[in-house]
């Protein structure tokens, strides 16, 4: 669903974007990303730690932002700047939610 300059407002939210990445895809990830902390993957580390289980890449996340507003922009559209705060660990096999608002909206030259 792309969506037209003159119809987008500051405090727009966008389309929701789920996301439950198995292990196999972090560990994908991991390879693409060349982040290989073993917090990722390692089950074996995890134990030894307080954490519970692998966490999911903050820039797995973060990169999940991207494709939420890039979706949402649609081919013509161009992310100028894309900012997120991570609130929380995300696990494997569990759901997480992308969302976003637009906070402005700005023309070069305006």
Known sequence: ?????ESINVGDTLPELKKKPGVTQLVKY???SGDFNPLHHDYNFFQSQAIGSIIVHGRFKYASLGELVSNWLGHQGHIKKLTCQY???DFPDKEFFCKGIVDR?????A
């Open 105 to 109: 909206k700005w023309e070069e030259g």
């Open 87 to 89: 609130r929380g660990m």
């Open 30 to 32: 991991a390879a693409g």
């Open 1 to 5: 669903m792309a969506v037209k300059w």
